[in-house]
C-alpha cells in the first residue's frame, strides 16, 4: 500500500473549508437560531388561561403575515427575539401570531 499525501491535504482542506462554512452559516442565518416560544401560560390565572383561549390566540397566524399580532394595533412588541404582549390578550404573545380580535394598526 503507498500513502498519497496529496489526499489527506485535500481532505485537510476540505474539512477545514466544510467548518469555516458551518461557522458562517451559524452566524449569516438568523433561521438556524433557536426559535421564538411564546406558548408558556403557566404564570397565567385560570381565567386569563380561558380568556386568551376563548379569542383564539394561536403562535402562527393563518391569515398569513399580513393579519399577525406585529401588525395589530394591540400589540407591543418585545425586545428584540422576545414576546411581545397584547392590550386585550393576556400572556406572552408571538409577534407572528393572531387571535379573533385582530385589527390592524
Ligand atoms: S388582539 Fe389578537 S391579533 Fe391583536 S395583538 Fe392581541 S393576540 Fe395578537
Redesign the pocket.
Known sequence: MSHDPDVSRRDLLRWTVGLGLLGSASVLAPGCAKQLSCDDVSALSTPDTMRRKS?K?VAVSPKGPEE??RD????TAGAEGQCGT????PGP?HPD???????AT
Open positions: 379569542m390566540y399577525s399580532c395589530c394595533k394591540f400589540f397584547c392590550s386585550l390578550v404573545i401570531g393572531r387571535c379573533n380580535l385582530w385589527a
